[in-house]
Every structure is written in structure tokens, then in C-alpha cells.
């Protein structure tokens, strides 16, 4: 039995701070346990007998037999005396729905540490403070002052866990309109103890649940939510979170562009997509996406969608919506076409298909043209626009007996059906396993999301690797080009042969010992940007400019930086025919090391075209971070250039993500820019790299 057993499924709960009112926040969670719960409830009341028909007792400690759960609604300085008193009752779970802690800022902080202080020493599990409370649909354990939980949605595969009650009362309001099942409903407020990650691992395990609704704000361990995460994954559950706050406020580290791009909301989104969760930009999208999975008879194996339509200028409008979703809507085989045209002669079939009104002449035209489609080899899922026909007394029969035939003889085929049905006509094409849509767009990502959970459950996470940490060789905080490309080319990122020099002879030697023109560049820890103070030169042919550009490079340094320390300057063939690349590490308090691959070379903070994930990564997750690139296409080759080696720049993004985690106690970023992708078969070069120390 898990830690949250009797928080979620109490056999009995006793309600500190009962009401007699049930308008009352004290009141309410009573009113509430008497219409459908069947387990014991004891109101604890110092100056009432009886709350709401009920015996009540003074004290906690008068209650005879055993409570698996507490209800706290008091005033919060009194809280923590309450929980003293379950803590000696033997109640292993409590819900505090009093407000007045950390929310409240610095008193109500102290206030929140100390039942905190008391949870742990005592061994009782707090959901809470500052929460609406818990609901299990199932039991009718609704320990709740939520408004609109008189009115339920029915008993059904969906559970919920937010930070926030107001999305909590949405939610449950949404899913009885929608005659969606729910399970558990989590509402857990500050997260003093059990937390988001938490539920999510209990619901990952729970047999009951087929899909999790999640709202989000923040959460302080990565880690814990990643491997929660990671479970419901292995167990097939999809996860869909609303996450919300956008703001970008990571730590900036002036070392590392990596850290300047590694926003907050950039690493939330890359962790839920890294590890399977789907993330709605809107409570409807959520409840659209879950509706979706728990009403499909199947996930789609691929991402084409056949549009099907009595429509034409709709069709288009689906086309477009399911190609911003990031579906596809590809041409029929000719075949295909040419089999569709015998049957409707003047309909238009590439895709997406226009039937026009020849179905009103022969609705069996509807199930022939839907089987020759669905059977087509080329498409994975199927949008149908039939407003029109679904709301006609004479024509709804017809076209439901078409479509229940066609589902009959197709049980698995991913059918979206945009209608304007009435509840009656809706609920008769969804017990068919039709998902059924009023909008004509509307359908698009939630197919989208089908497609996505398809891809992740098959996804395989990458295996830690067993990589010996670096030995620090410096005491600085900020490691020299040299010292950190010795270091990542030791864990697998290649760099060029190239020599440290302290002397124009010692330039010169070096320049002879490479072939073709050579770059020049001052090596220090103190000096980030080179080329702004005069730090670099380029495309040096001769011995005699090379000797010439050592000293330039150290008078710049000199008069520019005079409090530099100057280690030396390198020495480095010329490449001139890679694509730049940026990779980096940024080790968030959070999420632990992230990896970042992106655009290199100045246009890193111009484009800012990077993706993001927790560090390590598989070479499956290292491609899908390349897709993720607006200018991957370069990657392939453009304008006559060859595709670039990409492969190579794969190996080094894997090798990265696991320097990164077996250094995480030691560096605080790592950015390797420009990183030159050379053509194919050539492999990739680390031109430049920083790493950053923790301190």
C-alpha cells in the first residue's frame, strides 16, 4: 500500500473545524461526503453535538475507532495543533485546506514550516494548505468546498491533479457537461509535502486511471517529476498538462549562451515532451486531448489524415488547421483516386476530399467512399465534415446506419467527426468509438496529441551512462578554450589538431605543422568574447603573417584587457566548409543538466533556433531536438551545398548529454559555439568551447 493510499481512498475522514452551514468552508466537504459517500465521516466541532444531522465530537481524540483521513479547516495559527492531535489519533493523511501560509508571504511561511516540522517528525502525509481538497469519484470520497461538486460528472478513467483550485472547479464543471468519467481529483495548493510528481506516480500505478490531467505552475525537483513521468509512460497512460508562466527566469550565466536561453518555460516544455506529456495550451485544448484518447479505438500508427467532407471551402479549412497541428493531409495513390472518382464522378478526391451533395442520391456512396479511404494504405486517421446531414429528422438515421456499418466493419479506424448533433444523437456515435467535434478545426490536435502518445510509448529513454567524471586541472571557475576542449574532446566531442604557443617562433613552427591557412586566437580564462577585443585572426597563409598576427593579438589584448590573464594563443587549421552549430549544458536548479543544441556562431542569439532536453539523451532524442530546429534543413544540404554529416553532429549531442550527467556535481554550463558540421561523412569539430564551474 503506497503513502497515498488513504489520502485517495479513505474509509473514513474526520472534518476538523465542521460547520453546521453547509455554505461554510467547514460545512461544505460535510454536505458533500452525505450524498455519496458510504464510509464512516466525523465532524470534530468544540461547541456542537451534532453537525448536519450527524454526531459530532469535541475532539479528535474522543473519536472511538480508527480515521484514515483529516480534513483541517481552521484558522491556520491553529492548524498545527490540530495535526498534533491526528498525529496522535494514528491518521497517516490530512488535508489542509486552511489559507493564511506561505502564500501569505513571510509569517505565513514560518506558519507552513512548522507543520511541515510536525508532518515529518510524526510520520502523516499533508495534502494542502491553502487547498479545495480531494475526490475520489469512485468511493464519493468528495473531501472538497469546491463549487459544483453537487453536480457530478459520471464515474469514469479520468483523473486530475492541479496546483490550482479555480482549474479544479473548471475542470469538474467541464467534465459533466461533457459526460466525461472521472476518477480522482487532486487539487493539492502549496505542495508543502505531497506534491504534483507524486500524485502522478501514484496515478501512473493506479488501474483505474487510463489518463491524467494535469495543471502545473512549478515544481522544485526535476527529477522526481521526470520519473514520474517516465512510469506512466511505461504503463501506457498519457499525461495532458496545462503548465503555466512563460516567463524566462532560469539563471542567466554571462559564461554560456546555453544559460541565457535556458528560460523556465524552455525546460518545463522540453522535459514534458522528452518524457511523454502532452502540453494544451488551454483548459479546452486539455480537456479536447483527453476526451480524444479515452474515447479512440486505437492509436493512429502514423501522422496522415484523410480529410472527408461535404464541403469543399471546409475542407481547406481542415487541410490548414491539421498542417498547423503538424499533421499531414497527403495526396491519395492515383489508384486510390481513380476508385473514388468511379464512385462519386464529381467529387474532387486528392485529399482532402470534396464529396459534394451525391450523397444526399445514395447515402451507401458515404460508407463505400469512407472503406476505399480508410483501407487506402495512406492514411492513419480520418476527419469528417458532415454538418448538414446529422441534424435533418429525415437524414440523421440514414447516415448513422451508414457510419455504424462502416464501424462495424473497421473497429479500429481513428474517425473524427465534426457534426451539430443534439446529446442524444452526440452520445449514439461515441458508444461507436466516433470522436465527435463541433468545429470544423477543432479535431486537429487532439488527433495530433493521438499521434504523439502513439510515438512516445514506442520511444525508448536513453541509458545513463557509466563515463568517469573530469579532473579539475585549474582552479578557476571558468576553464581556458584549451583546458575545456581537452576535457570534452576526452568524453567524445571531436576537436581540431591545434597547438598552444607562447611565443611568435613557437606560432610560426606550429602554423607550418598544418596544412593549409591557420586561425589565431588569445587563450584566458577572463576573456569570453575574443574577436570583440581583438583576440582572433583568421585565414593566415604565410609564416611571416602569422608572426606578425601573434603580436598584433597580444598588444590588442594588452591595451584592451590589460588585467587579462594570458595563457597563450592557439594555433587551429582553417575550416571553412562546416555548417556552425551550438551546443551547450545548462545545470538548472531544477531539472538538473539540460542539453541544448541550436543555430551556431553569432546567429545562436540572433535566431535563438535552439531545443532543449534533460540530459542524457538517446540518438532517437538527439534527431527529434534536430526536427525541432527551424533551420534543420540546412542539415540536408541547400543551394547546391552537400547534406552535412549528421550523424556526426548526432554522436556529439549524445556524448555531451552524458558528460553532462556525469559531471553534474561539478559544472555549471558548458557551451560549445561554433561547432562545425562538416559534410557527410566528415564528422563535426568543436572550434571553440567554456565550461563553467559550480562554486
Known amino acids: 500500500m503506497t503513502p497515498l493510499h488513504h489520502l485517495l481512498n479513505p474509509r473514513s475522514i474526520a472534518v476538523i473545524g465542521a460547520s453546521n452551514d453547509p455554505k461554510r468552508i467547514g460545512g461544505r466537504p460535510i454536505d458533500l461526503l452525505k450524498r455519496n459517500y458510504s464510509g464512516e465521516i466525523y465532524p470534530i466541532n468544540l461547541s456542537r453535538p451534532e453537525i448536519q444531522g450527524i454526531r459530532a465530537y469535541s475532539s479528535l481524540l474522543d473519536v472511538e475507532k480508527d480515521i484514515d483521513l483529516a480534513l483541517i479547516a481552521l484558522p491556520a495559527p491553529i ?262 472518382r468511379e464512385l462519386l464522378p464529381f467529387s474532387s478526391v486528392r485529399n482532402p476530399i470534396d464529396t459534394t451533395a451525391q450523397l444526399l442520391n445514395d447515402f451507401s456512396l458515404v460508407e463505400k467512399s469512407m472503406e476505399i479511404v480508410s483501407t487506402s494504405g495512406n492514411c492513419d486517421m480520418l476527419a469528417c465534415y458532415l454538418v448538414g446531414l446529422d441534424n435533418s429528422a429525415a437524414l440523421q438515421p440514414k447516415i448513422y446506419a451508414v457510419l455504424k456499418s462502416f464501424r462495424e466493419k473497421n473497429p479500429e479506424a481513428i474517425v473524427a467527426l465534426v457534426l451539430s448533433p443534439t446529446p442524444e444523437i452526440r452520445e449514439g456515435y461515441e458508444k461507436l468509438a466516433y470522436l465527435v467535434f463541433e468545429d470544423a478545426s477543432e479535431p486537429m490536435r487532439p488527433l495530433a496529441a493521438l499521434r504523439f502518445f502513439g510515438q512516445s510509448f514506442t520511444s525508448h529513454p536513453a541509458e545513463v551512462s557509466s563515463i568517469e567524471p573530469f579532473s579539475n586541472p585549474s582552479s578557476d571557475k571558468i576553464l581556458d578554450e584549451t583546458t575545456a576542449k581537452k576535457i570534452i574532446s576526452d568524453a567524445g566531442v571531436p576537436i581540431p589538431k591545434e597547438a598552444l604557443v607562447s611565443d611568435r617562433t613557437d606560432a610560426m613552427e606550429a602554423a607550418a605543422q598544418i596544412e593549409g591557412p591557420v586561425a589565431m586566437k588569445i587563450v584566458s580564462p577572463d576573456l569570453l568574447h575574443k574577436s570583440d577585443i581583438g583576440g582572433v585572426e583568421l585565414s593566415l597563409e604565410d609564416p611571416k603573417e602569422v608572426g606578425l598576427a601573434y603580436n598584433r593579438i597580444i598588444e590588442n589584448i594588452r591595451r584592451n584587457a590589460p588585467d587579462a590573464r594570458i595563457n597563450g594563443v592557439l594555433v587551429s587549421p582553417m575550416i571553412s566548409d562546416g555548417l556552425e552549430f551550438s551546443l551547450g549544458i545548462q545545470n538548472d536548479a531544477v531539472f538538473g543538466p539540460m542539453l541544448m543544441v541550436g543555430l551556431g556562431g553569432i546567429f545562436i542569439e540572433i535566431m535563438q533556433d535552439v531545443s532543449f532536453r534533460k540530459a542524457p539523451v538517446s540518438k532517437a532524442e538527439a534527431q527529434s531536438m534536430l526536427a525541432e530546429l527551424r533551420g534543420q534543413k540546412i542539415l540536408h544540404g541547400v543551394r547546391g551545398k552537400p547534406p552535412a554529416d549528421i550523424e556526426g553532429l548526432v554522436d556529439a549531442i549524445v556524448a555531451l548529454g552524458d558528460f553532462a550527467v556525469a559531471n553534474a556535481s561539478q559544472i555549471d554550463s558548458v557551451d560549445i559555439n561554433p561547432l562545425l558540421v562538416l559534410p557527410q561523412g566528415k564528422g563535426v569539430v568543436a572550434v571553440d568551447a567554456v565550461i563553467a564551474l559550480k562554486n
Open 79 to 340: 492548524v498545527n495543533d490540530a495535526l498534533k492531535d491526528c498525529i496522535k489519533k494514528g491518521i497517516d493523511a490530512c488535508i489542509i485546506m486552511s489559507s493564511g501560509f506561505a502564500e501569505e508571504g513571510e509569517a505565513g511561511t514560518a506558519l507552513q514550516d512548522e507543520i511541515i516540522a510536525t508532518a515529518r517528525e510524526g510520520g502523516i502525509r499533508i495534502i494542502g494548505p491553502n487547498c479545495i481538497g480531494v475526490g475520489n469519484n469512485k468511493i464519493g470520497s468528495w473531501a472538497t468546498f469546491a463549487g459544483g461538486a453537487e453536480h457530478l460528472p459520471p464515474v469514469g478513467e479520468l483523473s486530475v491533479i492541479t496546483q490550482s483550485g479555480g482549474f479544479a472547479s473548471l475542470v469538474l464543471s467541464l467534465l459533466k457537461q461533457r459526460n466525461i468519467g472521472l476518477n480522482h481529483w487532486i487539487a493539492f495548493g502549496n505542495q508543502c509535502d505531497v506534491d504534483f510528481s507524486e500524485c502522478l506516480e501514484y496515478l501512473a500505478t493506479d488501474p483505474d486511471t487510463k489518463v491524467i490531467l494535469g495543471y502545473l505552475e512549478g515544481i522544485r525537483d526535476g527529477n522526481k517529476l521526470a520519473n514520474a513521468l517516465k512510469k506512466a509512460r511505461e504503463n501506457g497512460k498519457p499525461v495532458v498538462i496545462v503548465k503555466v508562466g512563460s516567463s524566462e527566469a532560469g539563471a542567466i550565466a554571462a559564461a554560456s549562451h546555453t544559460a541565457t536561453l535556458a528560460g523556465e518555460d524552455a525546460l518545463y516544455d522540453a522535459v514534458l515532451k522528452q518524457y511523454g506529456a502532452y502540453r494544451a495550451e488551454t483548459v479546452e485544448e486539455a480537456m479536447q486531448v483527453a476526451y480524444t484518447y479515452l474515447n479512440a479505438p486505437a492509436l493512429p500508427k502514423g501522422g496522415n489524415l484523410c480529410v472527408y467532407t461535404i464541403s469543399g471551402g471546409f475542407g481547406v479549412l481542415m487541410a490548414d488547421a491539421a498542417s498547423r497541428a503538424g499533421l499531414k493531409v497527403p495526396a491519395l495513390p492515383e489508384d486510390v483516386q481513380d476508385n473514388l
